[in-house]
């Protein structure tokens, strides 16, 4: 498998503002994914990040609340817009090979977010 | 969408008794996977099940995918206070853009 650094760890912010979530792999991945998690609750699939083209956003997750950027195949980041208390969640980053036996998904130490 | 259901949501245990945690997937899958996440971590994989009817272990960890691949379960034999945390299986399927997507979890607890 391989590392993904995520930061922030976590953050406070007041609400209307944004807050960009940044995940950096030690090698290269072929895919990368976002997932929001509610404590006590199970992961939610918020977008696929494409490298170099827009991402692929889940039902109930749009481009303008979530945008996501994807520029080489080791680095993302997730922005969470106009954020309201509602957003608070912790914030996962994962890094997935395909094309070979083991296509398991590992993850950044994901970011707690708490509006305010 | 594709859904993946696990249940019990909850399991309180003895240290010792053995822990069970079932798993269903409203598609067939390619393939399924087990994660462990600790209190305040995040999730860790585990292992991979690709087979139809395929069974695996990891020392007190018995992992089972269905014949009709939709289906698996972990079955931990003689819990220990380290099994403590929420288990997810996690369900792949090729035709939906290899995304993963996770189950409900179970979180296991245990009295000393």
Known sequence: SAVISQKPSRDICQRGTSLTIQCQVDSQVTMMFWYRQQPGQSLTLIATANQGSEATYESGFVIDK??????????????????????????????????????????????????? | GQQVMQIPQYQHVQEGEDFTTYCNSSTTLSNIQWYKQRPGGHPVFLIQLVKSGEVKKQKRLTFQFGEAKKNSSLHITATQTTDVGTYFCAGLNYSSASKIIFGSGTRLSIRP
Request: glycine share 10%.
């Open chain 1, 66 to 116: 979530f945008p996501i950027s994807r520029p080489n195949l080791t680095f993302s980041t997730l922005t969470v817009s106009n954020m309201s208390p509602e957003d608070s969640s912790i914030y996962l980053c994962s890094g997935q090979r395909t094309g070979g036996l083991n296509t398991e998904a590992f993850f950044g130490q994901g970011t707690r977010l708490t509006v305010v």
